[in-house]
């Protein structure tokens, strides 16, 4: 049977999604059939969600290591055009031999020929024009996160540059270049509001744009020193104040997820490292950066970093001062040492106090463990793992929490595999699943498979929602086939997922139709999320002991009196308790206890109503200090009581603060 675009209810609007002034020239879409609108019998928006691209990334760095632009009112030709330095042959194009190896030399002509660009191992050419993307959203994507990206020491060094290296500067113009991208598809469609690519500023309108049929765009970033925290020989160039500023003002633009570390280490928190010579070439740019290389330490759990790049990176490791060279580092110490700074936890706090979402991609194992600690505390689910960077270990952590996570886009084979390591994960939650394309974002896309592959991409084929035919895409002279392509450009993700249907199975697809819902599902909770009453706060509390100091208080109310700079603190010994009185029976569900370094490591929490008759709610042996957050079916209790088995430390127990909740 031949194909063709499915008849629609909706033939009131005649062609909506067609432009009524694209210009001419202009790259074609190649996808006929209406796009979807509405949501399916259960309620739920339906289609895809990348959740990591970075639209404006020709704009970061000094302007010039992503070529090209995703827009220009000046057309086609002025947008998919090199940088002025990789003509007349890509002899001067140092970032992309540094990134891509070889010597760099390639035909620079895009508008027309695309000879040899954009392509899936080209990571320094403009891969996001807005008519690529518009064909992905044609090919059933409803939601893409464009993450504002640079880095400033990267721009510093880098030979190439028109403008400041200022990272928040940067974010600023990115995020303008993002509404200025909005208007110009909107002009094509008849005026403000009228076109597919529409900046979302919170989950319910997102909800209404794709229930419309349209593109939602959220606005997050990526980069390493936000609001200038970086740190220079372990010292902060930042302040609790900046941060509340920096804050507000990325809450103002529209941004509502964010990374607190990227790359390199700052002052809020330690990054996961980078492998092979691009990681020696970040750790330049650590030192550069910090005044320190990455330093590791032997994993205290079974997490790890990403094994730090030992490859040489001659174009980077000319940047070091005299005598200074990249240290070299044992296999069996794989965990930057630093985590989250006690700044860091207040970023964290700060963006729980807005409603966004935290990324905890790029951070160290400490640093995740320790924010995923802080979110427990909170049950606030707004946390997002967006493209394969966060140790797989913690992915039920992050579902049980509520939030949304999402794969690398890689080739279909391996993709489909990871997909279904965790299918069991997401239907236990409820929960679909997402892509991270991280298109301009330096990190290499599918390879073709091969005229030749088994179970090639047949064209034209339909979209998953089955509305809409896609052929083979052509802009200019060229036309792209995935099949001996890869994932060249944006243009390419419906045929990606046509691939992994293909490889994968039909179930792995659904899974990911199912994303952008579950995508909304996250952020909409995190809008709606309140503090829990501390039930604890201020309680009458008793202990087995407290430790005597002729200088300070360990007595028991130390631990429910607000201040975590206090504590309470019992005799070095196992058997050791702390018990509060909530006045009256009240409903409990969850307990949040902040140790100090006297922790312990098999302890029970246990319940009464009457202070005699106990029952264990819940228990651990495997305490390892720091936040625990223990959750367990609500009971009925007016005493509570922490009751420590085995100590973690030579000391005895020692509390901070303990939160006891009804939610």
Known sequence: MALGPMPSAASAETDWWTPSARPSPDSAVNVTGEPFKGT????????????????????????????????????????????????????????????????????PNGWPTFKDWPAHDSLTHQQNYYA??????????????????????ICSVYFFKDRSCDEMTSIRLQAQKSYEMQAYIDKMYGGPGKGWFRIVTDSAQARQVVEQGKLAVVLGVETSEPFGCKQ???????????????????????VRSMFLCHKFDNALCGVRFDEGALGTAINVGQFLSTGTFWQTETCKGPQHDHPIGLAAAPGAQKELPPGVAVPSYAADAQCNTRGLTELGEYAVRGIMKRKMMLEVDHMSVKAAGRAFDILETESYPGVLSSHSWMDSDWTERLYRLGGFAAQYMGAAEGFSAEAKRTDALREKYDVGYGYGTDMNGVGGWPAPRGADAPNPVRYPFRSVDGGSVIDKQTAGQRTWDFNTDGGA???????????????????????????????????????????????????????????????????????????????????????????????????????????????????????????????TAWSTTTGDGGLDTAQFNGVSARYVRIHGVQRGTQWGYSLHEVGIYSS
């Open 489 to 615: 450009q944006y243009g390419m993700v419906p045929d990606w997922l046509e691939d992994i249907r293909q490889v994968g199975g039909q179930g792995v697809v659904d899974d990911l139709f199912r994303g952008a819902e579950s995508y909304l599902r996250t952020w909409g909770a995190s809008e709606k999320h309140k503090a829990g009453v501390n039930l604890a706060a201020g309680a009458p509390a008793s202990a087995s002991s407290a430790e005597r100091n002729p200088f300070t208080s360990y007595a028991p109310g130390r631990a429910v009196d607000g201040d975590s700079g206090s504590r309470w603190a019992s005799d070095w010994s196992d058997d050791q308790w702390l018990q509060i009185d909530l006045g009256s029976a009240s409903l409990v569900k969850r307990v949040t206890l902040n140790w100090e370094r006297a922790y312990g490591k098999a302890y029970r929490i246990e319940v009464s109503t009457d202070g005699t008759n106990w029952q």
């Open 40 to 107: 399916d019998a259960n309620g739920r928006v339906r289609g895809f969600v990348d959740a990591h691209d970075h639209l404006m990334a020709n704009e970061g760095f000094g302007g010039r290591l992503i070529c090209g632009k995703p827009f220009s009112e000046a057309g086609v030709a002025d947008a998919l055009k090199d940088c002025p330095e990789h003509y007349p042959d890509g002899s001067l194009a140092i970032f992309d031999f540094v990134t891509k190896g070889g010597d760099g030399k390639h035909d």
């Open 132 to 153: 690529w993307v518009e064909r992905a959203w044609r090919g059933g994507q409803r939601v893409l996160v464009n993450d504002l990206v640079t880095n400033g020491v």
């Open 232 to 254: 220079i020989l372990d010292i902060s160039q930042c302040s609790r104040e900046d941060i509340d500023r920096g804050l507000d003002e990325l809450h103002a633009l529209g």
